[in-house]
């Protein structure tokens, strides 16, 4: 019963291997091709599915070399491929550098599909037809780093490499940036030697920091040079990594905590946990699929479905008699070779060309000479837990990265016990120090300022940072060193990352833009003059006495005195003005002349005061006279007015200077500015014809006009007694000014500037800063905050604002200048005053002799008659005395 049993046994174990040798002989061979190189996982996942696939369409079997050189495989591919073990398509999972090496001109030769799983310049492509390129092609591949680093909003990089494949590999990235203007940093990385003294020369020197940085290497050899780096760089949270392997999105940086930098890379593979992996033996959860493993996995598929689709779902092309591949031995003419290549080789080509799938690296397809195209690569980053997360991914078609999730950047993360260091100078208004017997404390607007910043940091995003202030050694805000990539000053700190912050009255410039970055604005201001406001001169209540000079002031007067006696005579002289004193009386006995000294010198007041007057002459020659000193009153009054104008405007017309081409144009006054500051360089950068001239008088100058601080160059202003001026920004002119009363603006702002608070390139918490300050300015707080420091604090002065030259007001007459009008009117009206009482008292003392009563008496009588303002009439004469005798003549003649 046994003996049945075993021989049952054997017939089935025949008739299987006769059915399968059957099967083969209608299927295709596929071989896979390993070597020392290649991932143990690449070699099971192969053996696995070809496995799975061994009575399908086709089977394979893998060739495995000892030997890595090209030349020494292909010698061992002959006996591999002998008596009847050709292969119709050859898996090449080996790393090939980009080149077509002795493996694939055999296939190529042969007729045999070359499916390989590493790159290969894209200028061989159209030569081997047969070469289908699985890995992603470099150009494309270049593309996308482009874009990345654009997405990422870098203007300038470094790459870092390994081995001279790189520049191959990254050629695209080269040879189409699209800023020539800022020169890309190569440098070669040891990956079993010592790198960080080159480190240390790109980050500290070369400040390889304000670049992002390509790491071209092995995925193996990504932790190695991020720990160096570490070791060299303490503040990494400023550095920006892209890792050009396609792999590297499986690390973890658990064991390399120091490192906050912001990581990013590509990549075509993901973290699922497909299924289909555990089918074929591999757990993703410990053993992370490399891209190799999955291109493999891919390439079987892919050619497992072009065979399938040129032999038909109807297995008809089973019993076709099918050639058999040929040996992939080295032969020794082209002749040789296609006499023996395999004449299906370009049915099967065809079919991989037209075939499409969706495979583990996502979508393959190929164009005509075999390159990879219409595929995705995941873009990813690190986030705070060392681990790549995926964000977005790029389109090869569109040469566009999408943005699918938020992830933010591990340089964010806040590091256990951190403080941000804000590095500061001494200077009022914006920080000083303050010790006394309760310890140090600081005060001052950026200390306030800064607050406010992260107090509103705080309420919008939950997140509390802490901070301390210091003073930079130099109390400089940074200026480049002469003969070196260095900076000192606040600058210089942040470039060192000695700081985070820079806080102080650090204007926004090119030249700063390029070493460290800003935030955004928090004051607005603009360069203008300082200058002392001249002693103005005492006032002169007689200046309307001014226009016309003591001599012709005396000239005036006796003209006039000799014009009243020259017409006195003339009118005394003429018998026309001898009138009728009673025109109804035809004969008249005698006539009457009005014309005495006392209306000839009143006509000619009233003349020259062009007033007129109720009495004229009648002569020729009095007549003449009045006229030509009419004539001469006018030209008179007219330049008294005349002058008068034109010495009032003078005289509050200020002799400072006005703007900055009046103080070009003048010797009298020197200026100056802070020695090589952003205010020293207006003019020193400008192509201004007047802003150069004045850079050129300020360098020559001797002694020299420039300080080394604001406050330096105040107090120059104020010894300067008028002869210096000092060229400062608008907001520190405003400080001084409120508290030195005789302090002035000059002019208008020659420019517009910002101050920022500076920090270093890639500061990560650039955004939250910059979204506070837009919050302060929307509710006012920093108009609050420079009110506080500008006007109220150590304010004693306060002084008003002084307006600046061109906005005086220059049509006011003073009342300093105008008393001395105001003397003379007094004086007259109470000289006035005094003749009529004199008159009045005359009167009165005659009256009294008249009437025959007491002076006393006739006072009383008269005061109450005369002064009395209801009585509008009084009787001619007081009553109980004669009717005076009328001893004046009447004027009715003269006037008619």
Same mark, same amino acid.
């Given at each position: ?159 870092? !490499? ?47 920091? !304000? ?230 404390? !600081? ?454």
């Amino acid at each position: 019963m046994t003996s049945i049993k075993i021989e049952i046994v054997l017939i089935l174990l025949e008739l299987y291997i006769k059915f399968s040798a059957a099967l083969r002989s209608t299927s295709l061979p596929i071989g896979g091709l390993f070597n020392g190189l290649t991932l143990p996982s690449s070699v099971r996942v192969f053996e696995k599915m070809v496995q799975k696939s061994s009575t399908g369409f086709y089977h394979g079997r893998s060739l495995e070399s000892s030997v890595i050189d090209s030349y020494s495989i292909s010698l061992e591919m002959c006996p591999f491929t002998s008596d009847n073990h050709g292969i119709a398509a050859l898996i090449d999972a080996r790393p090939t550098d980009g080149i077509c090496d002795t493996i694939c001109l055999l296939c190529n030769r042969y007729n045999v599909s070359h499916l390989s799983i590493g790159w290969e310049t894209t200028e061989t492509l159209p030569t081997d037809l047969f070469t289908f390129q699985y890995h992603p092609p470099p150009d494309l591949i270049s593309k996308a780093y482009i874009e990345l680093i654009k997405f990422l909003q870098w203007d300038k990089f470094t790459i870092l !490499y390994e081995s001279e494949k790189s520049f191959k590999y990254l050629e695209e990235i080269i040879n189409n940036w699209g800023n020539p203007n800022e020169p890309i940093l190569f440098r070669k990385l040891d990956p079993e030697g010592d790198n960080r003294e080159a480190f240390k020369e790109l980050i500290k020197v070369a400040h390889m920091n !304000y670049h992002i940085i390509i790491l071209d290497c092995h995925f193996s050899n990504v932790h190695k040079y991020m720990m160096e780096i570490t070791q060299v760089e303490n503040s990494t949270e400023y550095l920006s990594f892209i890792l050009t392997s396609l792999n590297a999105y499986s690390l973890n940086f658990h064991e390399i905590p120091a490192l906050m930098a912001n990581v990013s890379t590509l990549h075509l593979t993901t973290h699922i946990n497909d299924v289909k992996w555990k089918d074929l033996g591999i757990n993703t959860d410990n053993e992370p699929i490399q891209l190799e493993t999955a291109l493999v996995a891919d390439a079987i598929n892919h050619v497992g479905k072009a065979i399938r689709g040129m032999m038909g779902d109807s297995r008809s092309f089973n019993f076709m008699n099918i050639p058999p591949p040929p040996e992939l031995c080295v032969r020794g003419s082209k002749t040789d070779y296609e006499e023996v290549a395999w004449p299906l080789g370009n049915e099967l080509r065809a079919a991989l060309t037209q075939t499409t799938i969706k495979g583990f690296t996502g979508f393959i397809d190929f164009d005509e000479f075999g390159k990879r195209k219409n595929f995705h690569l995941h873009f990813s980053k690190l986030d705070g837990n060392s681990r790549f997360v995926s964000a977005g991914s790029w389109d090869s078609r569109t040469n566009i990265i999408t943005t699918e999730r938020i992830v933010n950047d591990r340089s964010k993360v806040l590091k256990p016990n951190s403080k941000i260091r804000i590095a500061t100078k001494k200077d009022l208004p914006y920080f000083e120090i303050v010790e006394n017997s309760n310890g140090t404390f !600081y005060r001052g607007f950026v200390v306030d300022l800064i607050e406010a910043i992260f107090k509103q940091i705080k309420n919008e995003t939950n997140i509390e940072l802490e901070y301390e202030f210091y003073k930079v050694a130099d109390n400089k805000l940074g200026n480049p060193i002469p003969e070196s990539k260095k900076w000192d000053g606040i600058i210089g700190d942040l470039i060192e990352h000695k700081a985070e912050l820079g806080v102080a009255d650090l204007t926004v410039t090119a030249e700063r833009l390029a070493a460290v970055d800003f935030s955004t604005p928090f004051m607005v201001l603009g360069v203008s003059m300082l200058f002392k406001q001249t002693e103005p001169p005492p006032p002169d209540m007689f200046s309307f006495m001014k226009p016309l000079s003591l001599d012709v002031w005396l000239y005036l007067a006796t003209t006039f005195i000799v014009i009243s006696f020259i017409l006195l005579i003339c009118a005394r002289m003429s018998l026309d003005d001898w009138v009728n004193p009673h025109p109804c009386n035809l004969e008249p006995e005698n006539l009457q002349n009005i014309w005495s000294l006392y209306n000839c010198m009143w006509l000619n007041v009233g003349a020259i005061m062009t007033q007129g007057c109720d009495i004229l002459p009648r002569g020729p020659g009095s007549r003449w006279v009045v006229g030509m000193w009419w004539f001469f009153s006018m030209i008179v009054t007219a330049s008294y007015m005349a002058n008068m104008s034109t010495f009032m405007r003078n005289n509050r017309r200020n002799n400072d200077i006005e703007d900055v081409k009046a103080l070009s144009e003048q010797t009298k006054v020197s200026y100056g500015a802070v020695q090589n500051s952003a205010t020293y360089k207006l003019f020193k950068n400008s192509n201004d014809t007047i802003y150069k001239k004045i850079s050129m008088v300020m360098d020559t100058s001797r002694p020299s006009v420039f300080t080394l601080s604001n406050e330096d160059g105040v107090n120059r202003v104020l010894k300067g007694k008028g002869k210096y001026a000092f060229f400062m920004e608008s907001s520190a002119i405003d400080y001084y000014t409120k508290r030195h009363c005789n302090l002035k603006m000059v002019g208008p702002k020659l420019d517009s500037k910002e101050y920022g608070i500076a920090m270093p390139k890639n500061f990560p918490r650039r955004s939250l800063i910059d979204h506070a300050i837009l919050s302060l300015q929307q509710i006012g707080e920093l108009t609050r905050l420079k009110t506080k420091w500008w006007e109220i604090e150590d304010n004693v002065a306060h002084c008003e604002n002084i307006k600046s030259d061109g906005e005086q007001d220059i049509g006011s007459l003073q009342m300093a200048n105008t008393s001395g009008i105001f003397l003379v009117l007094g004086v007259g009206g109470i000289l006035g005053l005094f003749v009529a009482i004199i008159e009045f008292l005359l009167y009165i003392k005659k009256m009294s002799a008249k009437d025959g009563v007491t002076f006393y008496e006739a006072l009383i009588r008269e005061w109450r008659v005369s002064l009395n303002p209801r009585e509008l009439h009084k009787q001619a004469a007081p009553p109980g005395s004669a009717i005076p005798a009328s001893t004046t003549p009447s004027t009715q003649g003269a006037l008619s």
